[in-house]
């Protein structure tokens, strides 16, 4: 357990709504990572943290913002939720062993588009 | 660019035989690869990693792997499974050990063991 939390874990939502997700850490962890998951797709990075404030794409940000004001919180937030946005999204570490780095998961927000 | 293939998407097994589930990988540079399990409605769990040195990976729950420069493979492997193993795993290939890592998957194969 790398002390990862999501949050919320289930949310069905409106076409047309914002939705903000909610990754949070314990461990002071630099490096933060937003993807998704779907069938036939494996899992797929939306954006990604190297800092407080310091954030850049993945190769699905299209339709996603987000913000990490603090070390801690990395939010993921849809600005206008589309159908095609209904996926499982796992938000992920790095933690540091030595002088390797390994990426942990959280337990994952599963998202429904109505 | 990097990517990850996983030939089987679902690979069915009786408990106590052995198992292969099968990742070929391509890229440029050297690579660093990873398996990852998914229990239903869990997260990712890490099983085994390969960063350098020896070829033959061991992992957590009786699995391991195998690097195969030349043939670009990194197939898991493991004796004899059991109901429990029953999963998704995920092959997947980043460029970088430390810093920024893009990890790139698979698509999954999907683990099915019976009894």
């Known amino acids: 357990d790398a002390g990862i939390t999501q949050s919320p874990r289930h949310k069905v939502t409106e076409t047309g709504t914002p939705v903000t997700l909610r990754c949070h850490q314990t461990e002071n962890h630099r490096y933060m990572y937003w993807y998704r998951q779907d069938p036939g797709h494996g899992l797929r990075l939306i954006h990604y943290?190297?800092?407080?404030?310091?954030?850049d794409k993945g190769e699905v940000s299209d339709g996603y913002s987000v913000s990490r004001s603090k070390t801690e919180d990395f939010l993921l937030t849809l600005e206008s939720a589309t159908s095609s946005q209904t996926s499982v999204y796992f938000c992920?570490?790095?933690?540091?062993?030595?002088?390797?780095?390994?990426?942990?998961f959280g337990p994952g927000t599963r998202l429904l588009v109505l | 660019a990097q990517s990850v293939t996983q030939l089987d998407s679902q690979v069915p097994v009786f408990e106590e035989a052995p198992v292969e589930l099968r990742c070929n990988y391509s890229?440029?540079?050297?690579?660093?690869l990873f398996w990852y399990v998914q229990y239903p409605n869990q997260g990712l769990q890490l099983l085994l990693k390969?960063?350098?040195?020896?070829?033959l990976v061991k992992g957590i729950n009786g699995f391991e792997a195998e690097f195969n420069k030349s043939q670009t493979s990194f197939h898991l492997r493991k004796p004899s499974v059991h109901i429990s193993d029953t999963a998704e795993y995920f092959c997947a290939v980043s460029k970088g050990n430390t810093g920024f890592q893009k990890l790139v998957f698979g698509t999954g194969t999907r683990l099915l063991v019976s009894p």
């Open positions: 943290s190297y800092g407080v404030k310091d954030t």
């Open positions: 890229s440029s540079v050297s690579v660093y």
């Open positions: 992920a570490i790095n933690t540091a062993q030595g002088r390797e780095e390994t990426q942990y």
């Open positions: 390969y960063l350098s040195g020896s070829t």
